[in-house]
């Protein structure tokens, strides 16, 4: 039996590296009306778990249905917590799309999904091979079993080695299991999570299970102001 998905889409106005990064425009176009128009063609339910007036008025502008969550919130998955625990949707399976992802596809949503009928999984994310550097701490690793259960995630080159070696790149695409998010709640920040800056660790320190799912495509993120510009470039070019 299919269990129903809902697609919630964290958009906190104060990013501390790029501030107001939801407001701004690509092309013309909201950057959030980009995202949206990708999201809600794959799922039935989509929705935005906003923070503040000015963002609730942006995207109640392009027809996009939003939930108001406090501006307190530490992470897009306790954001997306506040959305499941106001009851006004209910999913069995939850994807954290980021606000700041406009060219996630269906592929990757496909990739993403491809195992959330197996009942013995909690979470579910995106790794890519790396062709970057793997000691740029921007750039998140990740170490799998040979099933894909996630063994480890880091900021450093993991695994340590002295021969070429693949090394693959977390993307920060999550779906969770409804059981998953309420255990997520309860579950106090851990030693690594706070040495490496990645709530994930929280997760495996859980003992939850995380599927990663390896997907031929990249994303392009915006993190600061330049990344917007080349993926306005890029899209000036037609190169995406």
Known sequence: MHQKIACVIPARLNSTRFPQKVLSEL????????????????FE???????SEEV???????GAPYVMTSKDCPSGTMRLIEVRNQGKIKAGIWVNWQADEPLINQEMIEDLLQSSEDPCQDVWTLKHRLEGDPNDPHTVKVVTDERGKALYFSRSAIPYSKEKFDYYKHIGLYAYTDRALAIIEQLPPCPLEQAE???????????LHIQVHETKHETQGIDLPEHLAKLE???AHELI
Do not use: I, N
């Not at 339910?45 to 923070?51: N, P």
């Not at 609730?56 to 392009?62: K, P, Q, R």
């Open 197 to 207: 800056s990645l709530e994930q660790l929280r997760f495996l320190s859980g003992g």
């Open 45 to 51: 339910t989509c929705v935005f778990a906003v923070d």
């Open 27 to 42: 092309k013309g176009k909201p950057l959030l009306q980009w995202v949206y128009e990708s999201a809600s063609s794959l």
């Open 233 to 235: 470039g890029m899209l």
């Open 56 to 62: 609730a008025e942006l995207v109640s502008g392009f």
